[in-house]
Nanobody, 122 residues
Framework: QPRLLESGGGSVQTGGALKLSCAVSGVRFSSLILGWFRQAPGKTRERVSFIGDDMSTLYIDSVKGRFTISRDNRKNTLYLQMNSLEPEDTATYFC????????????????WGQGTQVTVSS
């Protein structure tokens, strides 16, 4: 059973930066489609960014140019570098892993982490 553990969340001021990490175990990492969702209190989860096993990436429009997703297959770790953070980025961020066929863009995933909190204040 795959396990996903997020870390790196915290509280920053507007314009600050954070780097989230997601350690993955229990599954062949290199075969996964990986990504990040986020959920603000009282709201549903929304997609943020995804990275394929071929290193292709997708970002929602609101984070393009500010967030960078990456993966290190030798360390079994997924990353999300978040720059120029805005209050609207405040949410719990979830690491997700999916196996083919991918369901991530539709809002589903095979495996979810427990989340790490990101708070951005003005």
């Amino acid at each position: 059973q795959p396990r996903l553990l997020e870390s790196g969340g915290g509280s920053v001021q507007t314009g600050g930066a954070l780097k989230l990490s997601c350690a993955v175990s229990g599954v062949r990492f290199s075969s996964l489609i990986l990504g990040w969702f986020r959920q603000a209190p009282g709201k549903t989860r929304e997609r943020v960014s995804f990275i394929g096993d071929d290193m292709s990436t997708l970002y929602i429009d609101s984070v393009k140019g500010r967030f960078t997703i990456s993966r290190d297959n030798r360390k079994n770790t997924l990353y999300l570098q978040m720059n120029s953070l805005e209050p609207e980025d405040t949410a719990t961020y979830f690491c997700v892993a999916d196996q083919y066929p991918s369901k991530l863009w539709d809002g589903n995933a095979d495996y979810w982490g427990q989340g790490t909190q990101v708070t951005v204040s003005s």
